[in-house]
């Protein structure tokens, strides 16, 4: 089993940044790949970025630019900086995790592919 706990979310002025962490423990030699979603109010949850264990890095649809995706292997740990955040960046944030026997061209955005899930940590923008 696999335990995911992201951190770092918190209210703060639209042109702001934040970091965003996902610490995985357990059976973490099971993970392949670590994707940060998002999910606001009536919203559909939306994939912001993915990491593999190859160190490759792949963003959602309209996620490139202000969102950085990385790792810290040793850590167990995941990371996504936002930049210049805006009011529409408010959601949860969350935190998922796969395994994968074969995943070519990245980590897979989907979220019903993902095997574990986090808590989220909140993000809200304001102007």
């Known amino acids: 089993q696999v335990h995911l706990v992201e951190s770092g979310g918190s209210s703060v002025q639209a042109g702001g940044s934040l970091k965003l962490s996902c610490e995985a423990s357990?059976?973490?030699?099971?993970?392949?790949?670590m994707v940060w979603f998002r999910q606001a109010p009536g919203k559909d949850r939306e994939a912001v970025a993915g990491f593999n264990n190859n160190g490759h890095a792949n963003y959602g649809d309209s996620m490139k630019g202000r969102f950085t995706v990385s790792k810290d292997q040793s850590k167990n740990t995941l990371y996504l900086q936002i930049n210049n955040l805006q009011p529409e960046d408010s959601a949860m944030y969350y935190c998922?995790?796969?395994?994968?026997?074969?995943?070519?061209?990245?980590?897979?955005?989907?979220?019903?592919?993902?095997?574990?899930w986090g808590q989220g940590t909140q993000v809200t923008v304001y102007s």
């Open positions: 998922a995790a796969r395994q994968c026997v074969w995943c070519p061209g990245g980590c897979p955005l989907d979220a019903s592919q993902q095997h574990w």
């Open positions: 357990g059976e973490t030699s099971s993970i392949t790949c």
